[in-house]
């Protein structure tokens, strides 16, 4: 049973680039989380998604970030214009349902230069 | 929001000793793991516990919700387990949004 898949595993752009971030999910599940971890502030909760709903996002940036999962197709997360703040880890989780465990994919290495 | 607070920050072991790590939280929380982050910067699921005691291993986790507490149990440590330990746990209504604590950093010399 594969785990959940996250790619690139490492992403370089310049500054105002845009990057786009792939989490699939484990077979079975259909909650996604995003969370970011920056050097100094530890991992923190970013959005919370089902099929083609956003559920929560209450710890995304208000501007230039946005995720979304399709009917079809990984969940995206999305940042636009990046700047350097936004070098950071980026993992996505699933579950199989609200309240169960939650299931950690590798992570991508963001990197603004 | 929800504090989490771990401790210690930081640890460093021989290889073959044993460990305590300990996560503290300020409310009532509906689940509550444990992850390894290991040097690749992977997280490791290693415990789903709410409540109670759990073994897996040389692992081990015990969680006292009523008191607010979770410790994770280390024993006859191997320098495989070095890396950072971290404790996250769900307070939220409607939808479960993991707070993590900062962390433990477990360095295990051979």
């Known amino acids: 049973n594969a785990g959940v898949m996250q790619n690139p595993r490492h992403l370089v752009r310049r500054r105002g680039q845009e990057a786009r971030l792939r989490c699939s999910p484990m077979?079975?599940?259909?909650?996604v989380y995003w969370y970011r971890q920056l050097p100094e502030e530890g991992l923190k909760f970013m959005v919370y998604l089902q099929k083609e709903n956003i559920i929560d996002e209450s710890g995304m940036p208000k501007e230039r970030f946005s995720a979304e999962f399709p009917k079809e197709g990984p969940s995206i997360l999305r940042i636009q214009q990046v700047v350097r703040g936004d070098s950071a880890a980026y993992f996505c989780a699933s579950s199989p349902n609200r309240v169960d465990e939650q299931y950690f994919g590798p992570g991508t290495r963001l990197t603004v230069t | 929001g929800i504090q989490v607070e771990q401790s210690p920050p930081d640890l460093i072991l021989q290889e073959g000793a044993n460990s305590t790590l300990r996560c503290n939280f300020s409310d009532s929380v509906n689940n509550l793991q444990w992850f390894h982050q290991n040097p690749w910067g992977q997280l490791i699921n290693l415990f789903y516990i709410p409540s109670g005691t759990k073994q897996n291993g040389r692992l081990s986790a015990t969680t006292v919700a009523t008191e607010r507490y979770s410790l994770l149990y280390i024993s006859s440590s191997q320098t495989t387990d070095s890396g950072v330990y971290f404790c996250?746990?769900?307070?939220?209504?409607?939808?479960?949004?993991?707070?993590f604590g900062q962390g433990t950093r477990l360095t295990i010399n051979p």
């Open positions: 077979k079975g599940h259909s909650h």
């Open positions: 996250a746990v769900d307070y939220s209504q409607g939808a479960q949004k993991l707070v």
